[in-house]
Antibody, heavy 125, light 107 residues
């Protein structure tokens, strides 16, 4: 079964860090990028960045540069997202999501097609 | 990738047409993808490449593009279409961005 299984809820104090995991199964791990998207209470979806599971290349949103690190463990087919220097505004549900490809003629287009169920991260003193 | 602006909410009656816009300065050079997001569920792609509908998505969902504005139209809206809708684009450096989101209410 193709799926992404995320780690459980986390509670942190301000200035702490958190690491959320996303275990992939049912497909060839190295063939796809994994993105992280978060949704704060009452807010919309916010893209945080992606990691190429094949070569480890990353691209982060400018908003999180310097605070975010995405890594992979190929043997465990798991992607990790670490966010440091947490503040209350980082309270959100964090989703990992995988690229999917749709073909139109000879062209293909990537979209966010496979999602984890989300990990609640709460930052509170 | 530049900001994408959507109206916060749209309210329509069943059977009517909902129109959701997504505006951004870079959109003439980027494709837009539309996602439907219901509470407690994963977002679902309803339109890609501005106007293309994935298989399995009802024909009442359509997309159009004109300059810096891309539009999602839901014709003959049904109660099950009530959800949040987000546009999303990607720039040439691989940076993604979501629009601010539109809550569609069928009432």
């Amino acid at each position: 079964q193709v799926q992404l299984v995320q780690s459980g809820a986390e509670v942190r104090k301000p200035e702490a860090s958190v690491r959320v995991s996303c275990k992939a199964s049912g497909y060839t791990f190295k063939n796809y990028a994994i993105h992280w998207v978060r949704q704060a209470p009452g807010q919309g979806l916010e893209w945080m960045g992606w990691i190429n599971a094949g070569n480890g290349n990353t691209k982060y949103s400018e908003k999180f540069q310097g605070r975010i690190t995405m890594t992979t463990d190929t043997f465990a087919t798991t992607v990790y997202m670490e966010l440091i220097s947490l503040r209350s505004e980082d309270t959100a549900v964090y989703f990992c999501t995988r690229d999917e490809k749709v073909l139109v003629g000879d062209s293909h287009y990537w979209y966010l097609g496979l999602w984890g169920r989300g990990t609640q991260v709460t930052v509170s003193s | 990738s530049s900001d994408l602006t959507q109206p916060p909410s749209v309210t329509v009656s069943p059977g009517q047409t909902a129109t959701i816009t997504c505006s951004g300065d870079a959109l003439p050079n980027q494709y837009v993808y539309w996602y439907q997001h219901k509470p407690g569920q994963a977002p679902v792609l309803v339109i890609f490449k501005d106007t293309e509908r994935p298989s399995g998505i009802p024909a009442r969902f359509s997309g159009s593009s004109a300059g810096t504005t891309v539009t999602l139209t839901i014709s003959g809206i049904q109660a099950e279409d009530e959800a949040d809708y987000y546009c999303q684009s990607e720039d040439t450096s691989g940076t993604y961005v979501f629009g601010s989101g539109t809550q569609v209410t069928v009432l």
